[in-house]
């Protein structure tokens, strides 16, 4: 299937310009600050000396600056640069991947299969990863209008504030990409299943239109993707992939004229390791969500929300910036959830829904994965609880999603002595008790406010209108008969998904839209592929669907320069 | 401060003492000084150098430094492989190379690194 008629002419489009503007680079603020063209002529184009020393900023500059010049950004320091004789040693490959995760492990394997000579460094004593699904579309069984009826959709997710060009990108590549992670994980030892269109029921179908779909599902729990990046660097090994553990990458090495030639790694001894690159460094890092100062800056709303990752300190953003890469303006897309506390099926249905202390907050047909936002605060940094009674099986039958019997909640219930299948141990919080007070105790709730709430909610109920939040009737249950039920969730950061500025070859761009040499930027360091307040789950399983499809994309792509 | 081995007044006069004088030699003894009273390897014989090295750049101790004395991570793992409810020398993040400084300390009280996400992994830790 082609996508010609969306071959780019050679200008700069809207999203680029538009980062361009108002992300955060080491010279846009200069730039808008000398008026724009006089700027860039100024410090030049291709012959920007942006190498460690920096000769753009003013001397004595030793942290970034804000968009506008106006703050001094104390995440972004100005590294000191690294001199070649605090190097141990020197090793040369054609291409760098740094990070062994979802985008990383499959971009080195895509770059060894298309002849390059391959180094992995990686900041954990193994490759790293998170999540269960990853999504492709099936173009064999997806109408064209389709597809692009699904872009439409995806671009609508992210408020159209995404890339286009990166969403088509990953809808006519995604299906070949998630089908080679799948062959070749299996190949390292994963028990990795393909379950196909089934797991994406609503979107069978997309504005009518036919749709099919590769789901790749590391799993069950608690074998997870990280598992499957771990067989998959099986394979990329066998194919010749060197990985070379604890060795976090800290600084580019970049020539005067600022392509990137390599990157410095610090072993555990803490001695440093030069890895030249000599097609490119493609930068796969993940996020930042443990910065906690850059997530501050760029994503305020999660100031108080916990973290699901260790350690993703956004090392590959400072590095990117420092060679010139540009930020996505501020107001990055984030992703929250929490599908361990109960079932993951039954976290959409439109329960009782109570806030930490025990208050009703929310029509409660919002889903799980937009309730951040209602629990931004400290006090709730996003707890809550769905509450529900013994017949549920049969009044919330007829609602979307999955109920799990009485018997299988016993599967996420930590008191309960049964053993756990399928699931993170220490991650389940459901609860049952015979009335609302003991339940409140167990689900760390204030018993008299829950009472209350759960009066109230049944007064309401009994009214058959939701005079409260505006819920529709036929969502409206009562909670009156023994044993209840209560699901207490805690949605906190699985990731964030805004990254830096790249093209449609996922190589880096500066402030004046130009290709960085020798500088690539995958998975959630990548740019482009979001834009809305939260992360859709429309395609279930797009974030590491995008992962895959991006590295191994890349990968080839960086081989073949 | 837990396990301080300057008596509590002691210490309160020392700190006194240190803010008072502020030259920067006296800051660098007042900080080894810190350094010895927060130390909780230090009671048991062992001096700063043994952990820091003799350079005046006190730069943070790699974890070798640990594993000199205290042997081989993947030896510590077998010996807590019974702690319940699941092994802290050998998870899913860190294999068993997890940093021995991300959870103890030497010189502030250690910390549970699991805690916050697994909430019902409640280690003791030393
Ligand atoms: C609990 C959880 C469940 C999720 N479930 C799903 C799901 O089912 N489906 C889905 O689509 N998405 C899911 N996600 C999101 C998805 O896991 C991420 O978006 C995806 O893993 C991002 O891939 P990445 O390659 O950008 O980063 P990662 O996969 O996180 O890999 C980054 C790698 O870089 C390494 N690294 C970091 N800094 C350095 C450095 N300086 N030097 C060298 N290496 C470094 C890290 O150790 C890590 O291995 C989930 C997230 C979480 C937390």
Redesign the pocket.
């Known amino acids: 299937m082609s996508q010609d008629h969306f071959q780019e002419d050679q200008e700069t489009d809207q999203y680029t310009k538009q980062v361009i503007e108002n992300g955060l680079s080491r010279r846009s603020f200069l730039s808008r600050a000398a008026g724009g063209a006089a700027a860039a002529g100024l410090f030049g184009l291709s012959s920007l000396p942006v190498a460690a020393a920096g000769t753009s900023e003013p001397k004595g500059l030793d942290f970034a600056k804000s968009s506008d010049g106006g703050a001094t950004l104390s995440f972004l320091p100005k590294p000191k640069p690294i001199r070649d004789r605090e190097i141990a040693e020197t090793l040369t490959f054609d291409v760098v991947v740094?990070?062994?995760?979802?985008?990383?492990v499959p971009a080195a394997l895509s770059a060894a299969e298309n002849g390059a000579k391959v180094a992995v460094?990686?900041?954990?004593p193994f490759?790293?990863?998170?999540?269960?699904?990853?999504?492709g579309v099936d173009l064999a069984t997806s109408e064209k209008a389709g597809i692009e009826a699904l872009v439409a959709r995806l671009i609508a997710d992210s408020n159209h504030r995404c890339n286009p060009k990166l969403i088509r990108q990953w809808a006519y590549n995604s299906g070949e990409a998630v089908r080679w992670v799948i062959d070749r994980a299996r190949q390292g030892g994963s028990p990795v299943v393909d379950q196909g269109s089934p797991v994406q029921r609503a979107i069978l179908k997309v504005n009518g239109y036919s749709m099919g779909y590769v789901t790749s599902f590391f799993g069950p729990k608690p074998y997870t993707?990280g598992d499957g990046?771990r067989h998959l660097a099986k394979t990329a090994e066998k194919a010749g992939v060197r990985f070379f553990y604890r060795?976090?990458?800290?600084q580019l090495v970049q020539n005067k004229a600022g392509e990137v030639l390599g990157v410095i790694?610090k072993g555990p001894n803490g001695k440093f390791t030069k890895f030249l690159a000599k097609k490119g460094v493609i930068l796969?890092?993940?996020?930042y969500q443990n910065n906690k100062a850059m997530s501050d800056y760029f994503v305020p709303d999660v100031k108080h929300l916990e973290r699901?990752?260790l350690?993703?300190?956004g090392?590959?953003f400072a590095m990117a910036y420092w060679a010139g890469g540009v930020f996505e303006p501020i107001g990055h897309t984030k992703?929250l959830?929490d599908f361990d506390a109960g079932p993951a099926s039954m976290c959409d249905m439109p329960f009782l829904a109570v806030d930490r202390k025990g208050r009703r907050f929310v029509n409660e047909t919002v889903e799980m994965s937009l309730l951040n936002n209602y629990l931004r605060d400290a006090e709730n940094a996003g707890h809550y609880s769905q509450i529900f009674d013994s017949n549920y099986m049969t009044q919330a039958a007829a609602w979307p999603g999955k109920l799990v019997p009485p018997e299988g909640l016993k599967n996420y219930m930590p008191d309960d002595p049964s053993p756990k299948k399928g699931v993170f141990e220490s991650q389940v919080n459901t609860h049952v008790a015979d009335t609302i007070e003991e339940l409140a105790v167990k689900i760390e709730a204030d018993p008299a406010t829950l009472a209350a709430t759960v009066r109230r909610y049944n007064e309401v109920v009994a009214s058959g209108k939701d005079s409260d939040f505006g819920k529709p009737a036929d969502r409206l249950i009562p909670v009156v008969k023994a044993p209840f039920y209560g699901i207490h969730r805690r949605v906190r950061v699985?990731?964030i998904?805004s990254g830096m500025l790249v093209n449609e070859n996922h190589q880096a761009l500066n402030a004046d839209g130009k290709p960085i040499k020798g500088l690539f930027l995958?998975?959630?360091?990548g740019g482009g592929f979001y834009g809305g307040v939260d992360y859709p789950l429309t395609v279930f399983?797009?974030?590491?669907?995008r992962?895959y499809t991006f590295?191994y994309l890349t990968g080839r792509h960086v081989a073949k320069l | 401060m837990k396990r301080s081995i300057v008596p509590k007044p002691a210490t309160a006069l020392l700190a006194l003492l240190l803010v008072t004088l502020s030259g920067s030699g006296l800051a660098a003894a007042g900080k080894a000084a810190k350094g010895a009273r927060t130390s909780k390897h230090a009671g048991q014989g062992i001096t700063c150098a043994q952990c820091h090295g003799k350079s005046a750049k006190k730069d943070v101790v790699p974890m070798q430094q640990c594993l000199s004395c205290h042997g081989d991570t993947k030896d510590l793992a077998v010996r807590t492989a019974k702690v319940k409810p699941t092994n802290p020398h050998e998870n899913r993040h860190f294999g068993t190379e997890a940093d021995c400084n991300r959870c103890h300390h030497e010189h502030a009280t250690s910390e549970n690194l699991c805690l916050p996400c697994h909430q019902r992994f409640g280690f003791k830790v030393p």
């Open positions: 740094v990070g062994a995760g979802a985008s990383g460094i990686q900041k954990a490759a790293l990863s998170q999540g269960n699904t990853g999504s993707t990046m060795m976090p990458a800290v790694a796969a890092t993940g996020d699901k990752q350690d993703k300190t090392d590959g992703m959830h699985s990731a998904c995958i998975g959630n360091l399983g797009l974030s590491l669907g992962c590295g």
